[in-house]
């Protein structure tokens, strides 16, 4: 069975960090470039940022450029979102997803997560 383990979310104030995890398992980690997607309430889903089988290629949305840091340990299966500078337009669920990267073009999530509630208060 395959699993996204996403953990980390919560409640910060705007400026402040949290660091989400994903925890891995069911599937061959690193055949799989790993992403972060959130879904805010009365909006879609949207693909934040990616990271390639082995790390060397990351992909940001505009909105969080320069405050998120994706990061994975292949060996750990476990993939991690380092939030900083929080807002509270960030504030969303988060979910972990598994996607194939082929050197070119990002596909659609192959298989999801459970979410992880982050909360941004002003």
């Known amino acids: 069975e395959v699993q996204l383990q996403a953990s980390g979310g919560g409640l910060v104030q705007a400026g402040g960090s949290l660091r989400l995890s994903c925890a891995a398992s069911g599937f061959t980690f690193d055949d799989y470039a790993i992403g972060w997607f959130r879904q805010a309430p009365g909006k879609e889903r949207e693909g934040i940022t990616y990271?390639?089988?082995?790390?060397?290629?990351?992909y940001y949305i505009d909105s969080v450029k320069g405050r998120f840091t994706i990061s994975r340990d292949n060996a750990q299966k476990t993939a991690h979102l380092q939030m900083n500078s929080l807002r509270p337009e960030d504030t969303a669920v988060y979910f972990c997803v598994a996607l194939v990267w082929d050197g070119s073009r990002w596909y659609d999530p192959h298989w999801w997560g459970h979410g992880t509630q982050v909360t941004v208060s002003s």
């Open positions: 990271i390639s089988m082995n790390g060397d290629t990351t």
